[in-house]
């Protein structure tokens, strides 16, 4: 898979040196620069890369208005790159890939592109499952349930870390360490055994960032790591819970059952 990626920053010397870093991985491209916001905007909408590392701090149309500027098409990945941490909360605000502080660590680099990488995956896959439903749709639609049901998930479409702002801080969560999700309207609560975080995001976003064989929804505002159960407690109506590592106990309504006992033994 090749990353076609441009770059945007109003330094020419900045622009230089991370096409210097980025020579590093043989699957990245660059296939243009630009020195300002406004150029960029132009060219993303033009060459529709797959990312694009932008600076923040730029006369005219700063890093920001670059996103809203491509909203309107399908936008690329964003990695944002600058001088001042201050951008921090409000880069996570705008759902980039990854921020990245000046000079850019070799190290730090590598992981915003292993961000991307498990971005552009889990797109791509979407993108080429969905074609394949709408061929199969006209020329054999009573073939498709069967192929829906059979598909098997790729571990490495989905997130290893999320990135969650929570009371003016950002925190890194390894995955494997979420216990339990629970949403409230268009926030979620990250519960990792000992610890709880507020994450904005939809349930529906968060599961396709989330590998469904480790886990599962088990009620309509549920999410369960099934890695974590401990024990299964029957109920009645049908209804369990599942206790967790933590020893935290969820409620698994009825017509979430089924899924659950394909997992949980």
Known sequence: MTIRTILVDD??????????????????????TCSNGR???????????????????MP????????????????????????????????????AVDYLLKPVEEDRLADALDRARTRLSEKRSREEADKLKNVLAEVAPDALPEIEDEGEPVAGRFEKLINIKDRGKIFRVDVDTIERIEAAGDYMCIYT???????????????RRLD???????????IVNLDQVR?????????????????AEVKVS????????RFVH
Do not use: W
């Open 39 to 57: 150029e960029a905007i132009r060219k993303i909408k033009t060459e529709k890369p797959d990312l694009v590392f932008c600076d923040i701090q």
């Open 254 to 261: 009825r017509s979430y059952r089924d899924v659950v006992a």
């Open 212 to 222: 469904p064989r480790v886990f599962q929804r088990v009620h309509r505002s549920k």
């Open 193 to 207: 055994g000992d610890n709880s975080l507020i994450l904005r995001e939809t349930m529906k976003d968060l599961e």
């Open 231 to 247: 024990q299964v407690k029957p109920h009645t109506n049908g209804e369990c819970f599942l206790v967790l590592e933590s020893g």
């Open 60 to 95: 005219g149309f700063d890093g920001f208005s670059v996103v809203k500027g491509v909203m309107e098409i399908d936008p690329p990945l964003f990695v944002f790159v600058t001088a001042y941490s201050e951008h921090a909360i409000k880069a996570f605000e705008a759902n």
């Open 11 to 32: 330094e020419k010397l900045a622009i230089q040196g991370l096409q210097l870093r980025l020579q590093a991985f043989p699957d990245v491209k660059v296939i243009d």
